[in-house]
């Protein structure tokens, strides 16, 4: 059976983005903090140069790109992150969920698909003996979690207030368990791995 992980980056307060994100700007104003882990420290939108992760950061990041066999995301992320500059940035199966699944993208690098659990089925299929990652934003991943689609979820937790923006734990109460797996620590973020059981 292949398992299925999400993982996505919030602030203290439960943020996965700051307020007004939109593409150019994916994580809001002042998100870029909430990925400080992944580009080694502060970067902005304004500036051309990005760093790499280092560290607890990069380890974490290397253990989940070799575990993965395909990707799904959503179509918000998609958009916020500038199709990735129309370039697959993992090299394997990517599938984008979107209302609008006929606007496949030229290129072949991202595959659109109309419905989440078909999109994640599709993964599992090109995933080979490796995981499926589901990824931000957060309403593909309430919508994994609802449909008890996720096998485990990481939350990275990155140390500031952002005070707006979007949550991912809307609506939830009691719909979903999570059983503490492990947690790793940087200067940039608390890695918190669960398994997930769905009420």
Known sequence: MVKVAAGITMSVDGYITGPDDAPGRGLGIGGERLHYWVFGGPWSYDSPQRG????????????????????????????????????NPWGIPMFIVTHRPAEQPPGGDFLFVGDLTEAVERAKAAAGDKQVHVMGGAQIIRQALSAGLVDELTIIVAPLVLGGGKRLFEGFADSIELEHLGVRQSPFATFIDYRVKVN
């Open 52 to 87: 790499q992760p280092t560290g607890v950061d990069k380890s974490w990041m290397d253990d989940v790109l070799g575990a993965n066999g395909a990707v799904v995301a959503g179509r918000g992320t998609y958009e916020a992150a500038g199709h990735w500059g129309d370039k």
